[in-house]
């Protein structure tokens, strides 16, 4: 297959704009989508939430009814070819599954995890025989399925991974030996995608089924949250798996484990993000029901601050989701029957900055809403009868899931990296382009949200400015100095973040006017608002950690005059009209 050039190259976010007309954005669903989200609704409605009890003391049984009622109605297929019993739908309706099934706590896990990275392996590096016999049941229900990487010494480092697998002397059958711990669905999985080092060198995927001899199950784990979810070690002792079950090639595993993994922490930010919406919904009704000092607590001004906040957030990492989601189906679209294998993993590879920030804006935006949704609940937040209390729980875990968020983090800025050392982006040249425009007078755009459209570009110019300054002072060496990338990071989380708000408002206002939009144009403003202090005071660090003197005060004066003058009065009226529609509409609302 001849590989396409793509319209937007992965990561370029951090070092060039995008136009308004160039993502998907929510209003672009198509009637097709709207359907696969109401499906997924009122399976959550009609299925899940009635027995919400059965799977938080973990009747197993009954979540894998339910997970074969989802197959029925195509839930778990979405992301398998029709070839194989699945729908082969696009990646902008993997996301919305993921959103509305979001909320679904404990069972969201166990879909998520079964749809995603227990199954997409063989969907895009299966070999037909392998597809055949597979993907039909994953997409049914009929089997359900576990991935298993992480171990006891290998979490992060999952390359570092002990657990072996030996050719037996008939050359018949693989024996694996070692123990992956944390394995969700681990209890009612039937097949479980495997990493071993073949002569205990080459690490290589396999599938695994339940009942090849020698695979077995410790303990459930007794978990903060997510409770209704299955996770136990899943032990091999000349575990026999037959040679036809080697996943890809032997000695490339790491290109299904890390690859895969992509669109796991894409998938997991669909769901935080749902989640989000239904605790904000939820902290929507009681405060305006609950009264203090004589009215509803609703109606206080900090209430409202908070409930904005929550609507802020939520409306950044719904624009950043589907941004990524378009970006994705640029890159895989078609490619659900190809053979080429190098190819799907470069095209798995290209967005791979885009899914990093998905999952840690996503997970770290459930935590803010989550924690801030208990808050407005008082007291009542604390005890289980209140829904947030589960919300609180089960929302920790979203920042471990799928590489931590500090190796995501790291991820962000290692890619950046990398592009620089291979000559593709020129650093030293970006550093001396941002202050050359940051020095330069700007020309002032005319619109309701010119200034907005600059503040993306002035965080772009600071970013630039920063990660240039550390390159220069490190060089090669910057990929040790984790401080001032994690602030790097941050600066290029909030900068996605914002530009795809503010993008996704620019092309809502050219297709619908001023005079409908206003929501969306007060949410960025805002959003840019507290982004241009954040992004400042991470600048603040970065330099501090590397310049002194004159030198640092230059640097720090220019990122605080690039950023202040764009600085403007209204945001707490703009706050308070945000939460007012909330109230309005109940629940989240743009």
């Known amino acids: 297959m001849e590989l396409k050039t793509l319209a937007y190259q992965g990561a370029g976010f951090l070092h060039q704009s995008s136009e308004a007309g160039s993502i998907f954005t929510p209003e672009d669903f198509t009637e097709e ?10 399976f959550l409605e009609s299925e899940v939430r009635p027995n919400h009890e059965g799977i938080e003391e973990q009747n197993f049984d009954l979540v894998k009814v339910l ?34 099934l979001g909320s679904a706590g404990s069972y969201s896990v166990a879909q998520s995890n079964h749809t995603c990275i227990a199954t997409l392996p063989i969907t895009y590096f299966g070999t037909p025989a392998q597809k055949e016999k597979y993907l039909p049941k994953l997409a049914s229900g009929e089997w359900i399925g576990a991935y298993c990487l992480t171990e006891p010494e290998a979490g992060s480092d999952a390359l570092s991974a002990k657990t072996t697998a030996r050719l037996n002397a008939a050359g ?36 695994v089924e339940k009942e090849h001899p020698g695979l077995s199950l410790g303990v459930e784990e007794q978990k903060m949250g997510i409770k209704g979810s299955s996770t136990r070690t899943v032990t091999f002792d000349d575990c026999e798996v037959p040679v036809e079950n080697v996943l890809g090639e032997i000695g490339r595993g790491h290109v299904i484990a890390l690859n895969v993994l992509n669109l796991g922490r894409f998938n997991l930010g669909s769901a935080c993000m749902g989640a989000a919406k239904y605790a904000l919904e939820l902290t929507v009704g009681y405060v305006k029901e609950r009264r203090q000092f004589g009215k509803p607590i609703a109606e206080f001004s900090a209430t409202q601050e908070k409930v904005a906040d929550m609507a802020l957030r939520i409306y950044a990492a719904e624009s ?5 989601a ?25 967005y791979a900055t885009e899914c990093a920030v998905c999952k840690v804006y ?40 799928e590489g931590t968020n500090e190796v995501n983090r790291l991820l962000i800025l290692g890619n950046l990296l990398k592009q620089a050392a291979k000559g593709e982006l020129g650093l030293d040249e970006a550093f001396k382009g941002a202050i050359a425009e940051m020095k330069s007078p700007k020309v002032e755009a005319i619109g309701p949200i010119s200034r907005e459209i600059e503040a993306v570009q002035a965080m772009r110019r600071v970013f630039l400015f920063a990660a240039g300054m550390a390159y220069q002072t490190h060089g090669a060496k910057l990929g040790d100095e984790q401080e001032a990338l994690m602030k790097l990071a941050d600066m290029g989380i909030a900068l996605f973040a914002v530009e795809s708000a503010v993008l996704r408002t620019a092309k809502a206002l050219g297709q619908n006017g001023e005079a409908q939009e206003t929501v969306k144009i007060e949410m960025a403003k805002a959003l840019v608002d507290d982004a241009l ?58």
Request: aromatic share 10%.
């Open 362 to 401: 996503g997970s770290e935006t459930l935590d803010f809403v989550a924690d801030e949704s208990l808050q407005l609940h008082g007291g009542y937040g604390f005890i289980k009868e209140y829904k947030v209390e589960q919300i609180y729980r089960d929302s920790r875990i979203n920042r471990i899931f």
């Open 320 to 324: 950043l989701q589907y941004r990524t």
């Open 533 to 590: 202090l954040e992004v400042e005071m991470a600048a603040r660090k970065v330099i501090q950690g590397m310049a002194s003197g004159k030198q640092l005060s230059a640097s720090v004066s220019m990122v605080a005059a690039e950023l202040g003058r764009l600085q403007r009065s209204g945001g707490i009226a703009s706050k308070r009209h945000i939460a007012e529609t909330m109230f309005a509409a109940g629940q989240y609302t743009n």
């Open 172 to 207: 018949t059958h693989y024996l694996l030996n070692g123990t992956k711990m944390f394995i969700t669905n681990a209890a009612f999985s039937d097949t479980f995608i495997v990493y071993a080092k073949v002569d205990g060198n080459a690490f290589t995927a396999f599938i």
């Open 67 to 100: 997970l074969g009622k989802a197959g029925d109605l195509g839930l778990l297929g979405h992301s398998i070819p029709e070839a194989y019993g699945g729908l082969g739908l696009d990646k902008v309706s993997k996301g919305l599954v993921g959103e509305f």
């Open 326 to 350: 378009g970006y994705l189906e640029d890159a895989l679209g078609g490619l659900y029957e190809s053979d080429d294998h190098r190819l799907i993993a470069k095209r798995l590879m290209e």
């Open 33 to 42: 989508h709207r359907m696969i989200a109401k499906t997924a609704k009122r």
